[in-house]
């Protein structure tokens, strides 16, 4: 049995059809929160919801929001502000991975790699601000050890790297002018078994990892639940490597 550490408070997880986003929101119910599930699969989307119901969770929905949209965005704020009249935790999980050498890369992917890895947590966070602000609420972004200074990773990760960067810098310009309002913070997944990797050997990533395996989403998700909870009250503005020491190497 988990804590109730959300009871009653209103959760937002982009990109929360699968993965990462999928576990995290199903965790967040599991502790009490009202969890509103967004991304651009609604079959998926609604099936994600409907597992966690079946655990004894009624309070989740899908609401459709393609978060590189704007319009979207501001629909979403209207559905969530005429619903709840807040939002305590804003999770922006949403994200794409596509890689490429710098001589084929194609710029249309560059554009939907900047949309969807850092443009969707710039409308997310501008559009939810105000209903935040009230109630002291925070954000957490789904970064990437690869968008880490310390750390550059692969030959062909430019789209996927400089967008995961970018996200992190916007991170910390908006822990610093927020401080006193909304916390915000950053997890850095390494290498997590979603299906974001269509290649499913992944052991040709263990000789870069000191501890040896795999996570599962869940363990990002855990570091995310305490990010937002009130014991981490006192942190903003950090970035965490939830990568078995991938960014040390």
Known sequence: MREMRFKDKVVIVTGATSGIGAVTAEMFAEEGAKVILTGRNRERGEKAADRIHRKGNPEAEFMY???TKLEDVR?????VGDKYGKTDVLFNNAGIFVTS???NLDLEDWNRSIDTNLNSVLYMTKCFLDLLRPCRGNI???ASVSGLDSFTSGTKTYMYGASKAAMIKFSKLCA???AKEVRVNVVCPGIIDTEIYSNRDFSRFLGGIPM????KPEQ????????????ASYITGTVIPVDGGMSLT
Do not use: W
Request: proline residues 0%.
């Open 220 to 231: 990002v998700a855990e570091v995310v639940l305490f990010l937002a909870s009130e014991s």
């Open 140 to 142: 957490i972004n789904n």
């Open 101 to 103: 050498d710098l001589e």
């Open 212 to 215: 040896g395996y795999i996570a």
């Open 176 to 178: 610093l002018n927020f």
């Open 75 to 79: 629909k979403l704020r209207k559905a």
């Open 65 to 67: 929001c393609d978060a």
